[in-house]
């Protein structure tokens, strides 16, 4: 083919940086413990039962994952009971937080954003994959670019075909 008729993609000659947060999601297992399981009659928290419960927690199916801590019962639980139960799992699950999956997520993501090297887009145009298959907290977007407006030469986001351009430094 001669070069006057050569096909070129000027996308890929642009260099624009592709970034994707789903990349950073870590990998693991997610797991939920209810409180209302470690209660009285699914309702009242009796200490010396609520301790027992919680030390005959078989803590093994949660090495390494992310566990998050939420009660269903409609009662009220002191902090202690949650700092008792995330005792027991330390050093065995990879995080613990207290909330719901969608907290899980979101402090998952927090996390992977502030162990990440940005320094390895330093003066680049990125372009911030709009579209993925996995569920990305909003709030990453947002950690997103706290991160990368010091650092990048210019933000986009979207796809390469249809980017939304955010900044230019």
């Given at each position: 083919?001669?070069?006057?008729?050569?096909?070129?993609?000027?996308?890929?000659?642009?260099?624009?940086?592709?970034?994707?947060?789903?990349?950073l999601i870590p990998k693991g297992q997610r797991k939920g413990i209810d409180l209302?399981?470690?209660?009285?009659?699914?309702?009242i928290l009796k200490e010396k039962d609520f301790r027992e419960k919680v030390n005959a927690l078989d803590v093994e199916p949660y090495r390494d994952a992310f566990v998050y801590i939420y009660n269903s019962a409609d009662s009220i639980v002191p902090l202690w009971a949650y700092f008792l139960l995330a005792s027991r799992l330390t050093g065995m699950a990879g995080k613990i937080v207290y909330g719901n999956?969608?907290?899980?997520?979101?402090?998952?993501?927090?996390?992977?954003l502030k162990n990440y090297d940005f320094n390895l887009l330093k003066d680049k145009r990125v372009l911030v994959k709009g579209c993925s298959d996995q569920h990305i907290p909003e709030n990453a977007y947002i950690e997103l670019v706290e991160q990368l407006k010091p650092v990048v030469k210019s933000?986009?986001?979207?796809?390469?075909?249809?980017s939304v351009p955010i900044f230019k430094n």
């Open positions: 083919m001669s070069a006057e008729f050569e096909i070129k993609n000027k996308i890929a000659e642009s260099g624009l940086v592709n970034f994707d947060l789903a990349e209302k399981d470690f209660l009285y009659m699914e309702m999956r969608s907290d899980l997520e979101l402090l998952l993501m927090h996390d992977a933000l986009m986001f979207g796809e390469a075909c249809s």
